[in-house]
């Protein structure tokens, strides 16, 4: 019994002072109170007890019912997670953070080519025979980062495919999720895209190069006329014993072989496949003349006046292939001799400046200029402006192409009154 409880009991039987003992009637009914409230106590501990008894069944009951569930729900998400990686585009796996598969999807296991059971078997990538994907597994274990994306080579005997693998690391679950999406078919069109490519620039180049064989024919068989008309003078001189007109002739021999030297040397330059020449230390200077050499006598022959002004003494370096640029020279040259060959004035001119940190080529034609329309698509394939079966419209954009892996730019100028392409080249570092 509480203290409050017994002290109101004393005031209503008026026992004022409870260290005087009370009259026997007044005790008796005392005690008679206590007892009812000790049984009315025990009456409430009882239900109290009763009630908790109860509540604890109940609850009891819930966590039941409620583990029942939650292990049907799990059971469903767990079908469905199953079902959805089974059908997922990608190769689904989890490894722990020793490197051990602990699962996979579907996709995945079709590389595999035998049953592994990744709960009682511990087997690394490496144990499934894919060397490269373990080893980036091990690096992104050791690592610092949480996300890293690699493209990886799966050599299945019979074929290769190639997979975009992210890998991300659970940190909660000390866990590494591996996600894969087959990149084989993009690789591969690319892959033919790029050799078509090549096949297609070494068709131009070679249809530029026929175009200048019959140029190429009169720059060698004019010098070897001079050679013979020079060789019957001084047979005569011999003849006539003026010995001293001898070396002047023997002079222009000489210069008419070291021509011959140079229309030879820029054939061989353009001619040969530079695409896997290194990027080596490049004379532009030299380049450009060996490419003159082998125009100079198409234009003359099509009354088209022909000049290279170079507007420096310094020697003009860049790191770059001499048969690449070349062919980029030459292409621009022939361009601009079909673009004016009808017009009544009609000449070339070839500038090369120097400006900051880069080398300009310009090729400059007594055109006109170009409209915005054909500016804008210039050096997209397969445009050209030329009559149907006059081009293949790929020059420029292979000129281009070219120019860009030289780290360069080719544009046209038009603040020039006339049809201006520049090539723009970074000087060698």
Not at 281 to 305: A, D, G, R
Request: glycine share 4%; net charge negative; proline share 3%.
């Amino acid at each position: 019994m509480k203290s409050n409880q017994l002290r109101r009991i004393l005031e209503q039987l008026q026992i004022e002072d409870n260290r005087q003992l009370p009259s026997a009637e007044k005790f008796s009914e005392l005690l008679h109170r206590v007892d009812a409230s000790y049984r009315e106590l025990e009456e409430n501990l009882h239900r109290s007890r009763s009630a908790l008894s109860l509540a604890t069944e109940e609850m009891h009951k819930l966590h039941k019912d409620f583990e029942i569930k939650s292990a049907q729900q799990i059971k469903s998400l767990d079908s469905k997670l199953q079902n959805i990686m089974s059908r997922a585009p990608c190769i689904i796996m989890w490894v722990d953070k020793k490197g051990y598969v602990e699962g996979c999807n579907d996709k995945f296991e079709k590389l595999i080519f035998k049953n592994v059971n990744f709960e009682n078997e511990k087997v690394t990538c490496l144990d499934l025979g894919f060397k490269e994907l373990h080893e980036n597994i091990s690096e992104f274990i050791n690592s610092d980062f949480d996300e890293y994306s690699v493209l990886i080579p799966f050599d299945i005997g019979i074929t290769i495919f190639y997979y975009k693998i992210t890998f991300n690391k659970i940190k909660e679950l000390n866990r590494i999720s591996i996600i894969g999406f087959d990149l084989t078919e993009v690789i591969d069109k690319q892959k033919t895209i790029n050799e078509m490519q090549v096949k297609t620039a070494e068709t131009s180049r070679l249809a530029v190069l026929g175009e200048m064989a019959a140029g190429v024919a009169h720059e060698i068989n004019n010098p070897l006329m001079i050679l013979n008309s020079i060789t019957f003078i001084i047979q005569k001189l011999i003849v006539s014993q003026k010995y001293d007109q001898i070396p002047e002739k023997i002079d222009k021999v000489q210069r008419t072989i070291t021509r011959i030297g140079r229309i030879v040397q820029g054939l061989r330059t353009f001619a040969r496949d530079g695409e896997n020449d290194p990027m080596v230390p490049t004379k532009i200077n030299q380049v450009i003349e060996n490419s003159l050499e082998l125009c100079t006598e198409k234009l003359k022959h099509n009354n088209i006046k022909l000049k290279y002004i170079k507007n420096t003494d310094e020697e003009i370096i860049v790191d770059g292939r001499a048969s690449q640029i070349s062919q980029v020279i030459l292409n621009l040259i022939n361009n601009s001799k079909d673009a004016i060959e009808n017009l009544p004035e009609k000449w070339i001119e070839v500038d090369l400046e120097k400006s900051g940190h880069l080398a300009l080529i310009k090729i400059i034609d007594s055109g006109h200029g170009l409209p915005q329309d054909v500016k804008n698509r210039l050096f997209q394939p397969f445009f050209t402006t030329k009559e149907h079966g006059q081009g293949t419209g790929l020059g420029l954009s292979i000129s281009s192409g070219i120019i860009q892996n030289h780290n360069g730019s080719i544009y046209v100028d038009s603040e020039n009154p006339h049809t201006c392409f520049v090539i723009s080249l970074p000087l060698a570092s």
